[in-house]
């Protein structure tokens, strides 16, 4: 007699391994060109502002991708909207060789961020679909460590081959692995749909604190990838620091599944911000100091970051429920990546007036403000599903 538990679960896991390989492709073309395509722009003569404005647009384009997705999840299956968006981020990679001029990199960086949302957006509602029961949170980390796995090579890798081999070879291949990642999500399932209902006032009240700080610290990630490779440090100790942050980052997640779920959601979110504190604080003091206390500082980062996304994750889906998993996700991955975003042009403009490790400070001093500010603002909430040790 067929076991119909036992069936849907290895039909979830078949599901699950095969969205973890198109995350992981997709995902080397996003991860190897956050920090080249800011430095390619340098190399054409752009002023820090313009160069963080690569990664804001890159992400205001992602977050447009997001906020349309309303009308496509009514449009698209999430199946083909990861294929869509995948060739959206991929196919048009190699043009940036055309040109370091601005108008060139950022007509081409709009095309792949709004095909980048596009993918964040159905592989993180399709998760929730394929997980298997009762392992959310761990599913939700394996999803998060395989977008963050290509940032071990492709992070560190694509700077220091841009700058040894030339920007070129980098934008052919990230374009290339985009397109595969497309080709191989035929396999995935064809039948669910995302849905998008509009939250009530309370529902943004429960999520807007851990929303909020999740923001912050997308910022600093934002900050780092962008401008860290340009505030000081020699090519091999920047390639160095960023993979000390993607091996961290890959580590936090994980970590943050299994304690997610079995002590619930939400309890690693403030642990995980103070790391991100700490990560900022240490850049800020490393930048011309010894090579392994920047190392450290960017690990510590990365740990936190990668943490909080996880737990963030989790936390607004299930104040949400289970059945508006596309609504949580669309939230969230706003929350990412305009955090990424902002960080990235924020950063560019107040480089000008501090430098290099006072901006970092300055950005440890916002993410505090903001987090106690949540914390308090949450300790204040009454209703229901209080979450210890997250800013509920």
Known sequence: MTDPTGTRTHHNRRSLIVLLAVTVLAFVNYAALLPVVPLWAASGGAGSVIVGATTGVMMAATVLAQVSMPLLFRLMRLRTMIMVGAILLGAPAPLYALSSDIVLIMGVTLVRGFGFGLVVVAGATLVADVAPPGQLARAASYYGAAAALPNLAALAGGVWVAQTWGFGIVFVVAGASSVVAALLAVVLPGRPRGTFSVTSLDDTRRIAPPIAVFVTTSASF?????????????????????????????????????????????????????????????????????????????????????????????LTIHRLGLDRTGTASTIWNIAYDGGMGLGAVAFGGVLGLLGHGEAFLALAATITVVTVVAALGGAQRQGPDPQPGAPS
């Open 222 to 314: 934002g900050a780092t990838t962008t401008f860290l490779p340009l505030s000081g440090p020699d090519a091999a100790t920047a390639a160095l620091a960023l993979l000390a942050t993607s091996v961290a980052l890959v580590s936090g997640r994980l970590l943050a599944g299994v304690v997610s779920d079995r002590v619930g959601p939400g309890r690693m979110l403030l642990p995980a911000v103070a790391l991100v504190i700490l990560g900022c604080v240490g850049i800020a003091g490393s930048l011309t100091g010894p090579a392994w206390l920047l190392l450290l500082s960017a690990a510590v980062l990365g740990l936190g970051f990668g943490a909080c996304q996880n737990d963030s994750f989790v």
